[in-house]
């Protein structure tokens, strides 16, 4: 689905990531995929994804987050 919709893998999966300052204590798997625009974004969300979280994962603990202009150099 991330795939189909121009997502790309950039880095993550668990123990890739610590929290050095502040609370609470987070997770400790965080997974970064890039897309092209907000729009292949929205599609992969609201085309499936959103749903797949909320069936499979543990909302309470699931964060999304996102960043504009990250950009490989």
């Given amino acids: 689905m991330i795939k189909d919709s121009g997502g ?6 668990f123990d890739k ?4 300052y502040g609370a609470p204590p987070v997770a400790n798997r965080y997974v970064i ?14 085309g499936g994804l959103k749903d797949w979280v909320e069936k499979h994962l543990n909302i309470a603990a699931f964060r999304l987050i996102q960043v504009e202009g990250v950009e490989a150099k």
Avoid: P
């Fill in 17 to 20: 990531a610590k929290m050095d």
């Fill in 33 to 46: 995929i890039r897309y092209d625009s907000a729009d292949a974004y929205n599609k992969t969300w609201n």
């Fill in 8 to 13: 790309v893998y950039l880095a993550g999966g």
